[in-house]
């Protein structure tokens, strides 16, 4: 065993200098398979942190949110079918909600509008959070009960706004300005933005304004019988299923939506995206793949030689191999983490500057974030089998190639 | 189909391994076809050369067989979210009709391409290439499955389709329901699956140490070996499982692999596979032994082979008996 690994140290030793010999051949080598190892790791990075970070939100949400639907569009909810739901046993609470969207023409944007409720969050009395319907640009979302934010300490009065940090970025607006919306008959409503929400609960509340129950129902002329949805907590997780079932036998023109089926579609989207652009990516990787067999196959008169000589003072075959061996292994070690390392940088120092707009989607109020740093084995094995097994099978019939030149012809032919 | 990149790499992983293998066999089948060691021709220089080519690839694929399966399990639990009722690798594998196939089918080409290899390097210890037919035909035989495996896996990928209802690992390997495969192996009542288990582990390491130590290798330990590596794996289910979780109820053999625990169940798993492979890989040599070439060598090998297996159920034991020992569970 001991003679084994002092034999693989010195072929090792052996193979640095020699790769050092050639520094230029293989420092163009090792720059491009980084780069590949890079554009991957950055993307995934980006869609896994992604991912946690909407599960995490959504951990608070609402177990279910219940819909009404009207030939299969939703539709304001009416506020008689509360007691229905409250009624079903399990059900610890229902809560209204009011919500909605509005495009300002200035900013070319949708903001979301939300009226909080009144006494927090259902379930947890004491917190004095709400429920928010936000990320204008996944259709998923348009059914989704959603994150949370905090408004501490300022009290919304009627004719009051808090507004989200994009929004405010997108007006131009501060505390104390007022601010005009058009209501649903044509008149001009103007409100004063009392607060600004903190940035940190940006990802989701960029686009968001609070306003008050009288406001909201004075904006868009709706009716005092009317909800949006509500929200029902259910206390027993296990129960979950059953009341959602007997939510749709009790309602049957109602939606129940489960928090898991919110937290499976983004789950399914953001893999799909991952999984789109290493599809698409996939190409520059065949590139690679075709290089690195060509730059492999491609022997230099003094590689030939070298190998020449090798084999002639007593090499075998084996040997030889074992030193492209370890050779790949070093020139693919050193890539793939210096891939990562940059990856990393790029996508959690600098927010992933390249890969931010077919990433994230698109929106006028795109909230700033700086994503929570994620790394896991998962993403880490997934990297290695999608860029050093390619190279390691590109190169193997190369080196078989070059490891099996017989020492007289390696020698005659480099003409030196 | 799921377009995850796990599941793509999965998927390009046995694709290549697929295509190498059959490369491989190709030249394998060239190589029984045409190998005559007495001859000067060139054909046969060139077969000579493309040994070194076939040991290389083969090299390659099976350490790539042996991550592969163990990203199989990783996938599978990764993906757990997208369905409904799953709640790790067991509930996902239970999708569709290819999941358990397809892991059975890797972890039996894993073990059959470990076989390979021992063989691989006995054959290169002699200097006549003395066993170059016997591995070519294992590779032949070994070819098919792992094409089959590949087709399996694809299929289980591409008609997984996220919400279907699964059922957990909960249900499928807790001993209330005495259907499916999991829950049979999960009633199987605890305490005596333990007396057999350590049963066979003593007299798998009495075997083992004796052949070892009086150089005498006989077909017996193979065979415990290979008996001791499905109790090993029965008894993962049917008890182990539950000291590591501390959960009377809990009997998944895949949970053990995840982050929770320590990645315990990685060290374990590997350690079962180095232990049968270095186990049946020393049977397998056995009728070799009165070869010319071999004669001297080979035992040599053999007891290697044995101390090996032999130190790792010894490790795998050891494990095992400390986290019981050191458990909060009970039983």
């Given at each position: 065993m001991r003679g084994w690994i002092e034999k693989q140290r010195y072929i090792l030793d052996f193979t640095?200098?020699?790769?050092?010999?050639?520094?230029?051949?293989?420092?163009?080598?090792?720059?491009?398979?980084?780069?590949?190892?890079?554009?991957?790791?950055?993307?995934?990075?980006?869609?896994?942190?992604?991912?946690?970070?909407?599960?995490?939100?959504?951990?608070?949400?609402?177990?279910?949110?219940?819909?009404?639907?009207?030939?299969?569009?939703?539709?304001?909810?009416?506020?008689?079918?509360?007691?229905?739901?409250?009624?079903?046993?399990?059900?610890?609470?229902?809560?209204p909600r009011l919500w909605g969207y509005y495009f300002d023409t200035h900013a070319g944007a949708n903001y979301t509008l939300?009226?909080?409720?009144?006494?927090?969050?259902?379930?947890?009395?004491?917190?004095?959070?709400?429920?928010?319907?936000?990320?204008?640009?996944?259709?998923?979302?348009?059914?989704?009960?959603q994150p949370l934010f905090r408004f501490n300490d300022v009290a919304l009065e009627p004719g009051t706004l808090i507004v989200g940090q994009g929004m405010a970025r997108a007006r131009h607006t501060d505390m104390g300005d007022f601010m005009p919306f058009r209501a649903f008959d044509g008149n001009i409503l103007s409100f004063r933005i009392a607060a600004i929400l903190s940035s940190e609960s940006e990802l989701v509340s960029s686009d968001l304004i609070l306003l008050t129950e009288g406001d909201f129902r004075k904006l868009f002329g709706i009716d005092n019988d009317y909800v949006t949805d509500v929200a029902v907590s259910v206390n027993n997780p296990r129960e979950i299923a059953t009341v959602t079932a007997k939510i749709s036998r009790l309602l049957p023109d109602s939606r129940p939506i489960i928090r898991d089926?919110?937290?499976?579609?983004?789950?399914?989207?953001?893999?799909?995206?991952?999984?789109?652009?290493?599809?698409?990516?996939?190409?520059?990787?065949?590139?690679?793949?075709?290089?690195?067999?060509?730059?492999?196959?491609?022997?230099?008169?003094?590689?030939?030689?070298?190998?020449?000589?090798?084999?002639?003072?007593?090499?075998?075959?084996?040997?030889?191999?074992?030193?492209?061996?370890?050779?790949?292994?070093?020139?693919?070690?050193?890539?793939?983490?210096?891939?990562?390392?940059?990856?990393?940088?790029?996508?959690?120092?600098?927010?992933?500057?390249?890969?931010?707009?077919?990433?994230?989607?698109?929106?006028?109020?795109?909230?700033?974030?700086?994503?929570?740093?994620?790394?896991?084995?998962?993403?880490?094995?997934?990297?290695?089998?999608?860029?050093?097994?390619?190279?390691?099978?590109?190169?193997?019939?190369?080196?078989?190639?070059?490891?099996?030149?017989?020492?007289?012809?390696?020698?005659?032919?480099?003409?030196? | 189909m799921i377009l995850h990149p796990t599941v793509i790499a999965n998927l390009l992983s046995s694709a290549i391994a697929t295509g190498m293998v059959v490369?491989?066999?190709?030249?394998?089948?060239?190589?029984?076809?045409?190998?005559?060691?007495?001859?000067?021709?060139?054909?046969?220089?060139?077969?000579?050369?493309?040994?070194?080519?076939?040991?290389?690839?083969?090299?390659?694929?099976?350490?790539?067989q042996l991550l592969s399966l163990f990203l199989y399990v990783f996938t599978a639990d990764s993906l757990t979210p997208l369905f409904v009722g799953a709640m790790c690798a067991a509930g996902t594998l239970n999708v569709n009709g290819f999941g358990y196939p397809t892991l059975?089918?890797?972890?039996?080409?894993?073990?059959?391409?470990?076989?390979?290899?021992?063989?691989?390097?006995?054959?290169?210890?002699?200097?006549?290439?003395?066993?170059?037919?016997?591995?070519?035909?294992?590779?032949?035989?070994?070819?098919?499955?792992?094409v089959i495996?590949?087709?399996?896996?694809?299929?289980?990928?591409?008609?997984?389709?996220?919400?279907?209802?699964?059922?957990?690992?909960?249900?499928?390997?807790?001993?209330?329901?005495?259907?499916?495969?999991?829950?049979?192996?999960?009633?199987?009542?605890?305490?005596?699956?333990?007396?057999?288990?350590?049963?066979?582990?003593?007299?798998?390491?009495l075997v083992g140490s004796y052949s070892y130590l009086k150089g005498k290798a006989g077909y017996l330990y193979p065979v415990l070996s290979a008996l001791m590596f499905v109790i090993a794996i029965a008894a993962m289910i049917s008890f182990i499982s539950l000291y590591i979780y501390e959960l009377p109820t809990h009997h998944c053999p895949f949970c053990i692999v995840m982050?929770?625990?320590?990645?315990?169940?990685?060290?374990?798993?590997?350690?079962?596979?180095?232990?049968?492979?270095?186990?049946?890989?020393?049977?397998?040599l056995l009728p070799f032994r009165g070869l010319e070439s071999l004669r001297d060598l080979l035992p040599a090998f053999i007891s290697k082979l044995l101390f090996l297996s032999v130190s790792s159920y010894l490790v795998f034991s050891t494990l095992v008996a400390y986290e019981i020992v050191s458990s909060n569970l009970v039983m």
């Open positions: 640095l200098s020699s790769l050092l010999r050639r520094k230029v051949k293989n420092f163009g080598l090792l720059v491009l398979y980084a780069l590949i190892v890079f554009i991957l790791a950055s993307m995934m990075f980006f869609t896994y942190s992604i991912k946690k970070e909407a599960s995490l939100l959504l951990k608070d949400s609402p177990e279910i949110i219940v819909q009404k639907l009207m030939a299969g569009r939703h539709e304001l909810f009416p506020l008689r079918h509360i007691e229905t739901i409250k009624n079903i046993r399990g059900v610890a609470a229902v809560e939300l009226v909080p409720p009144a006494g927090g969050k259902i379930g947890k009395p004491a917190s004095k959070t709400a429920v928010v319907e936000t990320d204008p640009h996944d259709r998923a979302a348009e059914h989704a009960g089926e919110i937290l499976r579609t983004y789950d399914s989207i953001f893999n799909w995206r991952g999984g789109m652009m290493i599809v698409i990516f996939s190409a520059a990787v065949l590139a690679f793949v075709i290089f690195a067999w060509d730059k492999a196959s491609g022997l230099s008169a003094g590689e030939r030689r070298e190998i020449g000589i090798l084999k002639a003072v007593g090499w075998e075959t084996s040997d030889v191999i074992q030193m492209k061996f370890w050779e790949g292994a070093a020139i693919s070690l050193t890539a793939f983490f210096s891939g990562v390392i940059l990856a990393y940088i790029h996508v959690f120092f600098t927010g992933s500057l390249i890969f931010e707009p077919a990433l994230k989607g698109w929106s006028n109020l795109y909230p700033h974030f700086e994503l929570t740093p994620f790394v896991s084995l998962e993403q880490l094995t997934t990297l290695f089998f999608l860029t050093v097994i390619p190279y390691t099978v590109a190169t193997i019939v190369p080196i078989w190639r070059a490891a099996t030149i017989d020492p007289d012809t390696a020698m005659r032919h480099s003409g030196e | 490369y491989a066999a190709y030249y394998g089948g060239q190589i029984l076809k045409f190998w005559n060691l007495q001859s000067g021709d060139e054909l046969q220089l060139v077969l000579e050369r493309k040994t070194y080519l076939i040991s290389t690839i083969l090299s390659f694929v099976f350490a790539l059975l089918l890797k972890i039996v080409n894993f073990l059959l391409a470990g076989l390979w290899l021992v063989l691989n390097h006995a054959d290169n210890l002699g200097y006549d290439y003395p066993l170059i037919r016997k591995k070519y035909w294992l590779l032949m035989f070994i070819a098919p499955f792992i495996e590949t087709v399996l896996e694809s299929a289980y990928f591409l008609n997984m389709q996220a919400d279907v209802i699964t059922s957990c690992c909960g249900s499928l390997f807790s001993s209330e329901k005495a259907n499916g495969l999991g829950s049979e192996i999960a009633a199987l009542p605890s305490q005596p699956m333990m007396w057999t288990f350590y049963a066979t582990l003593l007299l798998t390491l982050q929770e625990y320590g990645y315990i169940g990685y060290l374990l798993y590997i350690l079962l596979f180095l232990a049968v492979v270095s186990g049946m890989g020393s049977g397998v």
